[in-house]
């Protein structure tokens, strides 16, 4: 059976010269691996729609699970990332979580759409990467159906827009008052979270996937937030990503 399908390729294995396969985010099919006869090679016809971080249209063809590609052409490249070190491996992470949460034959939508905006971000908006980077994580988690409880405290629901305490493991949010009478686990990490920090996290959260990085932190604050949206992703993935090392050790 013949397809036509877009997806973002988001990594490669190459199998000698003449042969690879690629692993597309698509937005009906999840995550699939493709096979590409000649993509290797800068002749080929398919060699630029089968680069990672290149969003193309695909003619492919499908014959049970397996996908083999026809034709590809190219409608958005993010290939200039790779002019900035720090900004590949931030982008190899994004990209890395991104296929690891999404699953084959599964609608990937939402993750496509983030994982675009953020590849757009990074490469064509001047933006902190650790803005960006916190702000794909929270977003991430959410869009993966693991929002954190942001609106009020656990325990007596009073507001905690003055700030107040931040559970990863629990994804839940305490006031000070019932901070010292919450049982925690052994694991549990908790943040103290401020003001912007709770604002921030808010607007991440409940924002539309194409205005989640037009937010501002203090820069003392920023630290905060790029740890707790990191953590909050690592505990529900319950993965890490070696991408992830290679940006922090830049
Ligand atoms: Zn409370």
Do not use: W
């Not at 990594?11 to 995550?31: A, M, P």
């Not at 794909?136 to 656990?154: Q, R, T, Y």
């Amino acid at each position: 059976m013949e397809i036509n399908i877009k997806g973002l390729v988001i990594g490669e294995t190459r199998l000698g010269d003449n042969k690879k396969f690629i692993r597309v985010l698509t937005e009906e099919y999840g995550c699939i691996s493709v096979v590409a006869y000649g993509a290797s090679s800068n002749k080929s016809k398919n060699f630029a729609s089968a680069r990672p971080f290149t969003l193309s249209s695909f003619n492919l063809t499908k014959k049970r699970d397996s996908y083999t590609l026809k034709e590809g052409a190219v409608i958005k490249s993010f290939f200039a990332l790779g002019t900035d070190p720090k900004s590949l491996a931030l982008a190899s992470y994004i990209v890395s979580v991104a296929g690891f949460v999404s699953a084959q034959g599964e609608d990937s939508g939402e993750l496509l759409s983030l994982t675009l905006n953020t590849l757009y971000v990074l490469s064509e908006i001047k933006k902190s990467p650790e803005l960006i980077k916190a702000a794909f994580e929270l977003k991430c988690a959410a869009v993966i159906g693991f929002a954190p409880a942001l609106l009020a405290c656990a325990k007596c629901s009073c507001d905690i827009s003055h700030g107040g305490y931040f559970y990863v493991y629990e994804g839940e949010c305490a006031c000070e008052e019932c901070k010292s009478r919450i049982e925690k686990a052994e694991y549990e990490l908790v943040y103290k979270i401020s003001p912007s920090v709770i604002a921030a996290m808010r607007y991440i959260v409940f924002s539309d996937i194409k205005k989640v990085f037009s937010f501002t932190v203090p820069d003392d604050e920023m630290e905060t937030l790029s740890e707790i949206s990191e953590k909050f992703l690592a505990a529900r993935t319950e993965n890490s990503f070696p991408a992830l090392k290679v940006y922090k050790s830049l």
